[in-house]
């Protein structure tokens, strides 16, 4: 089985594997590490780690995507992310994208350039030619889903709310986010969630809206959106944080992405 697009981007964003870094200079941003756990029905299909530095001025990310436990007898996938970029008065400026591995069955690799505030496609490979291609007007405005995920962020924790939308190209596939701000409310019981109580809850809502395989009809699950819940709490020393995602996904059921505590 193939992990769809029905992952929401801002799951995929979330999605962050062990990442071993090089030497960090006395004077870089210190770096902020984040566990999730990814259930469905009720045992742990994956764990996972988002690790990034942020600046006043901008933010820098790396990920690692390896599938795993329960899921790695579904879907085999191991994808390395980077992405780069500034924080301006509307959101974020992707400056670098660079996302390399083994997902769908190839070896993939997709290079995004920035360059004169619009998004081209760099490199892609291999070519997808099974796909509707996507027209440039359409990819100019988009991000990348680590951009996307920072500036859902940085929304939260200056506002505290999460009203917005964002184009999103994962290399394949342009989507639609949509988010709105619920508020605040308690977070349903689950005997593996560590993070209790009142959290921020923002809901979500995830379409493709070009890049369609030639075999999706109008009826195709590829057209329907994802729709979905986040919640964000107080992290000491990290801020609002997003401890908790839950979504339907087509294939794989309800999908729960917890925030776990760092000795897991």
């Known amino acids: 089985m193939r992990l769809s697009r029905k992952v929401p981007a801002l799951v995929l964003a979330a999605m962050l594997g062990v990442w071993a870094p090089g030497a ?45 436990g329960l899921l790695g007898l579904l879907v085999h996938m191991n994808i390395t992310s980077q992405a780069t970029g500034q924080f301006v008065a509307d959101g974020v400026r992707p400056l670098t994208y660079d996302s390399a591995g083994y997902s769908r069955g190839a070896d993939r690799h997709v290079v995004l350039d920035y360059s ?28 990348d889903s680590l951009s996307a995920l920072m500036r859902l962020q940085q929304t939260v924790r200056a506002h505290h709310q999460c009203d917005g939308s964002a184009t999103v190209f994962d290399g394949a596939r342009l989507l639609r986010m949509d988010a709105h701000t619920v ?29 369609f395989r030639k075999t999706d009809g109008p009826d195709s699950a590829a057209r329907k959106p ?14 609002l944080t997003i401890v908790r995602i839950a979504f339907d996904h087509p294939k794989l059921g309800h999908l729960t992405v917890l925030l776990l505590p760092d000795t897991v």
């Open 24 to 68: 960090r200079a006395a004077n870089d941003p210190a770096q902020i590490v984040h566990v999730y756990g990814v259930y469905n029905h009720g045992f742990r299909a994956l764990t996972i780690a988002a690790r990034y530095a942020v600046t006043p001025d901008g933010y820098a990310v790396r990920s690692t995507i390896r599938s795993g």
């Open 116 to 143: 004169g505030g619009q998004t081209h496609i760099a490199l892609q490979t291999p070519p997808e030619p099974n796909r509707d291609p996507i027209p440039a007007t359409d990819l100019a405005p988009a991000m």
């Open 183 to 211: 508020g605040t409310q308690d977070m349903a019981t689950d005997s593996h969630q560590p993070y209790q109580g009142a959290a921020l809850r923002c809901d979500f809502s995830d379409v493709q809206v070009a890049g």
């Open 226 to 239: 994802v729709n979905g819940s986040v919640w964000f709490q107080e992290v000491p020393g990290d801020g």
